[in-house]
């Protein structure tokens, strides 16, 4: 629409003809009138994070007795109670009185989804049980703190070692401490020896 000067937009007609031509160049003048731009604009939601927190330590008990702890080299909370572990996360698992370690679970990336008290860990994934000297490497992995179990599914490549063999497979589930486990395609099975000689995946 091209623009009117404002002479053109401000004028009178006596009479009742001059009413009527009053309520129209009130309309034109309306028009004529310049849209703010900043009205215009919808108002951004922000969905970042409301609080980071470096070097963390968080601790779960059970009747006084530490269960579980969480560190972390920077956790990022949000608005929802999630939270993002981008520099990694390390879980370590105690026995029920607290007093000795029983497994550790660590990864590149972690991510925590309050809704469901579940963690997703990503990245370099390794779970060790330090009592049965029991190791597994994965690139994913997910811990629900509710049933107590580890786990991912049948696209991700698991190897597991212990004092005398190897297992590798697809898809994993174990208990939090990784003192039970299965795997849900398993592959091939091999003692120390010959796991030094199979070629990498």
Known sequence: MNKLPMAACSFLIPGRLGLV???AAGLL???CQKKDPAASKKEVEYK???LETTNVLTLYSDSAKLQIKYTAPLEQQFESGDKLY??????TFYTKGGAKVLNTLRGNYGRYDKAKNLYLIRGDVRVSNVEKQQSMKTEEMYFDQNKQLIYNDTTQLVRIQTPTEVLTGYGLTANQDFSRYTILKPEG???IDQAATQPAK
């Open 21 to 23: 031509a009053l309520l």
């Open 29 to 31: 003048a309306a028009g």
């Open 48 to 50: 970042g994070p409301l």
């Open 86 to 91: 981008p520099k990694g996360i390390d879980v």
């Open 189 to 191: 099975v091999f003692t």
